[in-house]
Protein backbone atom coordinates (compact mmCIF):
# COMPACT_ATOMS: atom_id res chain seq x y z
CA UNK A 1 0.00 0.00 0.00
CA UNK A 2 2.76 2.31 0.46
CA UNK A 3 4.45 1.62 -2.48
CA UNK A 4 1.29 2.15 -4.72
CA UNK A 5 0.75 5.14 -2.56
CA UNK A 6 4.29 6.04 -3.74
CA UNK A 7 3.89 5.62 -7.36
CA UNK A 8 0.40 7.50 -7.32
CA UNK A 9 2.58 10.65 -5.57
CA UNK A 10 4.94 10.36 -8.33
CA UNK A 11 2.20 9.88 -11.22
CA UNK A 12 0.39 13.07 -9.41
CA UNK A 13 3.87 15.12 -9.66
CA UNK A 14 4.95 14.28 -13.21
CA UNK A 15 1.38 15.15 -14.44
CA UNK A 16 2.15 18.27 -12.53
CA UNK A 17 5.17 18.54 -14.38
CA UNK A 18 3.55 17.91 -17.27
CA UNK A 19 1.20 20.60 -16.96
CA UNK A 20 4.09 23.04 -16.47
CA UNK A 21 5.30 21.72 -19.59
CA UNK A 22 2.05 21.87 -20.88
CA UNK A 23 2.20 25.89 -20.59
CA UNK A 24 5.06 26.28 -22.43
CA UNK A 25 3.20 24.61 -25.49
CA UNK A 26 -0.14 26.15 -25.01
CA UNK A 27 1.53 29.83 -25.06
CA UNK A 28 2.02 28.90 -28.77
CA UNK A 29 -1.59 28.21 -29.40
CA UNK A 30 -2.94 31.15 -27.26
CA UNK A 31 -5.83 32.23 -29.66
CA UNK A 32 -5.55 35.85 -31.05
CA UNK A 33 -6.80 38.64 -28.67
CA UNK A 34 -10.80 38.69 -29.79
CA UNK A 35 -10.00 42.53 -30.03
CA UNK A 36 -7.28 42.26 -32.86
CA UNK A 37 -9.62 40.36 -34.71
CA UNK A 38 -12.30 42.88 -34.41
CA UNK A 39 -10.00 44.94 -35.88
CA UNK A 40 -9.14 42.94 -39.03
CA UNK A 41 -12.42 42.22 -39.58
CA UNK A 42 -12.94 46.23 -39.90
CA UNK A 43 -9.67 46.32 -42.36
CA UNK A 44 -11.32 43.22 -44.69
CA UNK A 45 -9.39 41.09 -42.74
CA UNK A 46 -9.54 36.93 -41.54
CA UNK A 47 -7.60 35.56 -39.50
CA UNK A 48 -6.39 33.01 -41.88
CA UNK A 49 -5.51 35.63 -44.51
CA UNK A 50 -1.54 35.60 -45.35
CA UNK A 51 0.95 38.04 -43.36
CA UNK A 52 4.42 40.65 -43.82
CA UNK A 53 6.39 42.03 -41.49
CA UNK A 54 8.37 45.03 -41.23
CA UNK A 55 11.09 45.66 -39.16
CA UNK A 56 12.88 49.07 -38.67
CA UNK A 57 15.78 49.67 -36.41
CA UNK A 58 16.10 53.72 -35.92
CA UNK A 59 12.21 53.77 -34.82
CA UNK A 60 12.49 50.76 -32.46
CA UNK A 61 8.70 49.70 -34.49
CA UNK A 62 7.51 46.53 -36.31
CA UNK A 63 4.27 46.53 -38.38
CA UNK A 64 2.21 43.34 -39.36
CA UNK A 65 0.72 43.52 -42.49
CA UNK A 66 -2.05 41.46 -43.80
CA UNK A 67 -3.48 40.80 -46.99
CA UNK A 68 -7.55 42.14 -47.09
CA UNK A 69 -10.32 41.41 -49.35
CA UNK A 70 -9.05 43.58 -52.21
CA UNK A 71 -6.05 41.48 -52.35
CA UNK A 72 -3.96 43.81 -51.07
CA UNK A 73 -1.73 44.05 -48.03
CA UNK A 74 -2.62 46.47 -45.77
CA UNK A 75 -0.94 47.55 -42.35
CA UNK A 76 -2.94 46.07 -39.06
CA UNK A 77 -0.79 47.13 -35.95
CA UNK A 78 2.37 48.30 -35.28
CA UNK A 79 4.26 47.37 -32.20
CA UNK A 80 7.22 48.96 -30.38
CA UNK A 81 10.14 47.31 -29.94
CA UNK A 82 11.87 46.89 -26.38
CA UNK A 83 15.06 46.11 -27.48
CA UNK A 84 17.90 45.52 -30.45
CA UNK A 85 21.45 45.57 -30.26
CA UNK A 86 24.10 46.48 -32.71
CA UNK A 87 23.55 49.69 -34.89
CA UNK A 88 22.55 50.71 -37.93
CA UNK A 89 23.70 48.59 -40.95
CA UNK A 90 23.40 44.85 -41.88
CA UNK A 91 24.72 42.09 -39.88
CA UNK A 92 28.49 40.05 -41.12
CA UNK A 93 29.51 38.09 -39.08
CA UNK A 94 28.63 35.83 -36.02
CA UNK A 95 29.07 37.81 -32.52
CA UNK A 96 28.65 41.41 -33.64
CA UNK A 97 25.89 41.79 -31.68
CA UNK A 98 24.01 43.42 -35.00
CA UNK A 99 20.11 43.03 -35.73
CA UNK A 100 19.98 41.67 -39.16
CA UNK A 101 18.90 44.15 -41.74
CA UNK A 102 17.98 42.24 -45.07
CA UNK A 103 14.35 40.12 -46.70
CA UNK A 104 14.30 37.11 -45.01
CA UNK A 105 11.46 34.03 -45.23
CA UNK A 106 9.49 32.62 -42.19
CA UNK A 107 7.88 29.16 -42.36
CA UNK A 108 6.36 27.39 -39.56
CA UNK A 109 9.60 25.51 -38.92
CA UNK A 110 10.85 28.60 -37.97
CA UNK A 111 8.33 29.56 -35.10
CA UNK A 112 9.30 28.08 -31.77
CA UNK A 113 6.53 27.81 -29.11
CA UNK A 114 9.27 26.59 -26.45
CA UNK A 115 11.64 29.59 -26.91
CA UNK A 116 13.43 30.77 -23.64
CA UNK A 117 12.22 34.42 -24.47
CA UNK A 118 8.79 33.33 -24.61
CA UNK A 119 7.74 32.61 -27.97
CA UNK A 120 9.87 33.36 -31.72
CA UNK A 121 10.37 33.28 -35.19
CA UNK A 122 13.86 32.85 -36.25
CA UNK A 123 14.92 34.97 -39.38
CA UNK A 124 16.00 32.26 -41.40
CA UNK A 125 20.26 34.72 -41.08
CA UNK A 126 21.86 34.57 -43.44
CA UNK A 127 19.57 34.14 -46.19
CA UNK A 128 20.88 32.87 -49.72
CA UNK A 129 22.66 36.61 -50.49
CA UNK A 130 24.03 36.86 -46.80
CA UNK A 131 25.81 33.12 -46.67
CA UNK A 132 27.63 34.13 -50.69
CA UNK A 133 28.66 37.23 -49.03
CA UNK A 134 30.33 34.82 -46.44
CA UNK A 135 28.18 36.88 -43.64
CA UNK A 136 27.90 34.32 -40.48
CA UNK A 137 25.37 33.78 -37.79
CA UNK A 138 22.35 31.73 -36.72
CA UNK A 139 19.59 31.90 -34.27
CA UNK A 140 18.40 35.67 -34.87
CA UNK A 141 15.25 35.91 -33.44
CA UNK A 142 12.18 38.03 -33.42
CA UNK A 143 11.39 37.09 -29.55
CA UNK A 144 9.22 38.00 -26.23
CA UNK A 145 11.29 39.86 -23.50
CA UNK A 146 13.47 42.66 -23.59
CA UNK A 147 16.59 41.76 -24.04
CA UNK A 148 19.07 41.43 -27.42
CA UNK A 149 22.16 39.88 -28.79
CA UNK A 150 21.58 40.55 -32.28
CA UNK A 151 17.94 39.75 -31.99
CA UNK A 152 14.63 41.63 -32.29
CA UNK A 153 12.71 41.95 -28.72
CA UNK A 154 9.19 42.93 -28.51
CA UNK A 155 8.04 42.00 -24.82
CA UNK A 156 6.21 38.77 -24.19
CA UNK A 157 3.11 40.17 -24.58
CA UNK A 158 4.02 41.82 -28.20
CA UNK A 159 5.52 38.41 -29.43
CA UNK A 160 2.59 36.66 -28.31
CA UNK A 161 -0.02 38.69 -30.66
CA UNK A 162 2.38 38.47 -33.43
CA UNK A 163 3.45 34.93 -33.41
CA UNK A 164 -0.71 33.81 -32.58
CA UNK A 165 -1.27 36.21 -36.17
CA UNK A 166 1.83 34.20 -37.64
CA UNK A 167 0.23 30.64 -36.86
CA UNK A 168 -2.76 31.70 -38.16
CA UNK A 169 -1.57 32.78 -41.40
CA UNK A 170 0.48 30.16 -41.92
CA UNK A 171 -2.12 27.06 -40.88
CA UNK A 172 -4.28 29.13 -43.51
CA UNK A 173 -2.37 27.88 -46.48
CA UNK A 174 0.36 30.80 -46.36
CA UNK A 175 3.77 28.61 -47.06
CA UNK A 176 6.35 31.88 -45.25
CA UNK A 177 5.78 35.12 -44.83
CA UNK A 178 8.39 37.88 -45.64
CA UNK A 179 10.10 39.78 -42.79
CA UNK A 180 11.54 43.04 -44.29
CA UNK A 181 14.18 44.42 -41.82
CA UNK A 182 15.31 47.72 -42.40
CA UNK A 183 17.62 50.28 -40.78
CA UNK A 184 14.84 52.97 -40.96
CA UNK A 185 11.69 53.51 -42.64
CA UNK A 186 12.92 54.59 -46.15
CA UNK A 187 12.01 57.71 -46.55
CA UNK A 188 13.64 61.01 -47.86
CA UNK A 189 14.26 62.70 -44.84
CA UNK A 190 16.04 59.45 -43.30
CA UNK A 191 17.89 58.69 -46.61
CA UNK A 192 18.83 62.52 -46.87
CA UNK A 193 19.96 62.17 -42.51
CA UNK A 194 22.31 59.44 -43.47
CA UNK A 195 23.34 60.14 -46.99
CA UNK A 196 27.32 60.03 -45.84
CA UNK A 197 26.55 56.68 -44.27
CA UNK A 198 28.75 53.49 -45.91
CA UNK A 199 26.01 51.50 -46.19
CA UNK A 200 23.67 53.75 -47.94
CA UNK A 201 24.67 51.88 -51.48
CA UNK A 202 22.84 48.90 -49.14
CA UNK A 203 20.02 50.79 -47.91
CA UNK A 204 19.27 51.90 -51.39
CA UNK A 205 19.19 48.31 -52.67
CA UNK A 206 16.78 47.54 -49.82
CA UNK A 207 14.70 50.20 -50.42
CA UNK A 208 14.13 48.97 -54.65
CA UNK A 209 12.28 46.26 -52.42
CA UNK A 210 10.19 48.88 -50.18
CA UNK A 211 9.34 50.93 -53.41
CA UNK A 212 8.27 48.28 -55.26
CA UNK A 213 5.60 47.01 -52.50
CA UNK A 214 4.97 50.68 -52.26
CA UNK A 215 3.47 50.45 -55.70
CA UNK A 216 2.00 47.09 -55.60
CA UNK A 217 1.13 46.51 -51.93
CA UNK A 218 2.12 42.77 -52.86
CA UNK A 219 5.01 41.25 -51.05
CA UNK A 220 8.26 41.60 -53.60
CA UNK A 221 9.50 38.41 -55.33
CA UNK A 222 13.29 38.28 -53.41
CA UNK A 223 16.11 37.02 -55.60
CA UNK A 224 19.83 37.54 -55.80
CA UNK A 225 22.19 38.58 -58.31
CA UNK A 226 25.28 40.25 -59.10
CA UNK A 227 25.93 40.22 -54.90
CA UNK A 228 22.78 42.15 -54.34
CA UNK A 229 18.87 42.16 -53.46
CA UNK A 230 16.83 41.51 -57.07
CA UNK A 231 13.31 42.75 -56.65
CA UNK A 232 10.13 41.48 -59.35
CA UNK A 233 6.61 41.75 -59.22
CA UNK A 234 6.97 37.83 -60.32
CA UNK A 235 9.42 35.18 -60.41
CA UNK A 236 12.16 35.42 -62.41
CA UNK A 237 13.33 31.95 -64.23
CA UNK A 238 16.43 33.28 -65.97
CA UNK A 239 18.15 34.19 -62.86
CA UNK A 240 21.78 32.24 -61.99
CA UNK A 241 22.14 29.99 -58.92
CA UNK A 242 25.11 31.99 -57.77
CA UNK A 243 24.17 35.29 -56.30
CA UNK A 244 26.96 36.50 -56.84
CA UNK A 245 26.56 36.17 -60.43
CA UNK A 246 25.97 38.73 -62.87
CA UNK A 247 22.32 39.82 -62.95
CA UNK A 248 20.31 38.95 -66.42
CA UNK A 249 18.18 41.68 -68.11
CA UNK A 250 15.04 41.85 -66.15
CA UNK A 251 11.60 41.39 -68.00
CA UNK A 252 9.66 44.48 -69.36
CA UNK A 253 6.77 45.39 -66.93
CA UNK A 254 6.45 48.94 -68.52
CA UNK A 255 3.10 50.06 -66.24
CA UNK A 256 4.73 48.94 -62.76
CA UNK A 257 8.15 50.11 -64.05
CA UNK A 258 6.74 53.51 -65.04
CA UNK A 259 5.28 53.53 -61.54
CA UNK A 260 8.49 52.55 -59.49
CA UNK A 261 10.79 54.66 -61.46
CA UNK A 262 8.06 57.84 -60.78
CA UNK A 263 8.10 57.28 -56.71
CA UNK A 264 12.26 56.95 -56.96
CA UNK A 265 12.84 60.18 -58.92
CA UNK A 266 9.86 61.90 -56.45
CA UNK A 267 11.98 60.70 -53.36
CA UNK A 268 15.16 61.41 -55.20
CA UNK A 269 14.23 64.25 -56.10
CA UNK A 270 13.40 65.22 -52.20
CA UNK A 271 16.80 63.75 -50.78
CA UNK A 272 18.25 66.33 -52.64
CA UNK A 273 16.39 69.22 -51.45
CA UNK A 274 16.83 68.06 -47.27
CA UNK A 275 20.38 67.52 -48.23
CA UNK A 276 20.53 71.42 -49.12
CA UNK A 277 19.96 72.56 -45.44
CA UNK A 278 19.96 69.31 -43.39
CA UNK A 279 23.17 68.26 -41.17
CA UNK A 280 23.94 64.70 -41.71
CA UNK A 281 23.31 62.39 -38.88
CA UNK A 282 26.30 61.64 -36.09
CA UNK A 283 24.74 60.17 -33.65
CA UNK A 284 26.21 56.64 -33.23
CA UNK A 285 24.40 53.70 -30.89
CA UNK A 286 26.21 52.44 -28.31
CA UNK A 287 24.23 48.96 -28.45
CA UNK A 288 21.32 48.91 -30.48
CA UNK A 289 18.11 51.19 -29.17
CA UNK A 290 14.64 50.98 -27.25
CA UNK A 291 11.04 52.11 -28.40
CA UNK A 292 10.98 56.02 -26.85
CA UNK A 293 8.01 54.57 -24.92
CA UNK A 294 9.88 51.94 -22.85
CA UNK A 295 12.53 54.27 -22.61
CA UNK A 296 10.56 56.18 -20.26
CA UNK A 297 9.40 53.81 -18.71
CA UNK A 298 13.04 52.38 -17.89
CA UNK A 299 14.16 56.09 -16.99
CA UNK A 300 10.56 56.29 -14.29
CA UNK A 301 10.77 52.77 -12.86
CA UNK A 302 14.33 51.06 -13.84
CA UNK A 303 15.60 47.79 -15.24
CA UNK A 304 13.98 45.48 -12.81
CA UNK A 305 11.05 46.88 -12.69
CA UNK A 306 11.03 47.29 -16.97
CA UNK A 307 11.81 43.55 -16.76
CA UNK A 308 8.96 42.54 -15.09
CA UNK A 309 6.81 44.42 -16.81
CA UNK A 310 7.96 43.36 -20.34
CA UNK A 311 9.99 39.89 -19.90
CA UNK A 312 9.22 38.14 -16.84
CA UNK A 313 12.58 36.83 -15.38
CA UNK A 314 14.35 37.85 -18.03
CA UNK A 315 16.51 41.07 -17.36
CA UNK A 316 16.75 44.39 -19.66
CA UNK A 317 20.00 43.98 -21.35
CA UNK A 318 22.52 46.72 -21.03
CA UNK A 319 19.57 49.07 -19.98
CA UNK A 320 22.26 52.57 -20.11
CA UNK A 321 23.25 51.74 -23.86
CA UNK A 322 19.04 51.46 -24.34
CA UNK A 323 18.92 54.85 -22.62
CA UNK A 324 21.59 56.45 -25.01
CA UNK A 325 19.88 55.46 -28.12
CA UNK A 326 19.87 58.64 -29.88
CA UNK A 327 16.86 58.39 -32.05
CA UNK A 328 14.16 61.08 -31.75
CA UNK A 329 10.88 60.91 -33.59
CA UNK A 330 10.88 63.21 -35.93
CA UNK A 331 6.96 65.16 -35.27
CA UNK A 332 7.19 66.38 -38.93
CA UNK A 333 9.02 63.48 -40.12
CA UNK A 334 6.50 61.27 -42.77
CA UNK A 335 6.16 57.78 -43.34
CA UNK A 336 6.30 56.08 -47.05
CA UNK A 337 2.57 57.00 -47.76
CA UNK A 338 1.63 53.46 -46.91
Same mark, same amino acid.
Given at each position: ? #?????????? $?????????????????????????????????????????????????????? #??????????? #?? *??????????????????????????? $????????????????????? /????????????????????????????? /???????? =? $?????????????? $????????????? =??????? /????? @?????????????????????????????????????????????????????? =???????? @???????????????????????????????? +? @???????????????????????? +???? *??????? =?????
Amino acid at each position: M #KMLRTLLLFG $VVALLAGCAGGDVDERGSVPIPAKLVSEMSAKGMSPDDPIMVRIYKKESELELW #KRNSSGRYALL #KT *YPLCRWSGKLGPKTQEGDRQAPEGFYS $VSRAQLNPRSQFYLSFNLGYP /NQLERALGYSGSALMVHGACTSAGCYAMT /NDGISEIY =A $VAREALAGGQPSFQ $VQSLPFRMTPRNL =AAHRNDP /NMPFW @RNLKEGTDLFAVTKQPPVVSACGGRYRFTGAPDADMPADPLAPCPQAAPAPQLD =ALVAERRA @RDEEAVIRLSETMPPALATYVDGGMNPAFRDM +L @RKVGPQKLAALTSGKIEVSRPDAA +LADP *YVPDAGG =ADEGE
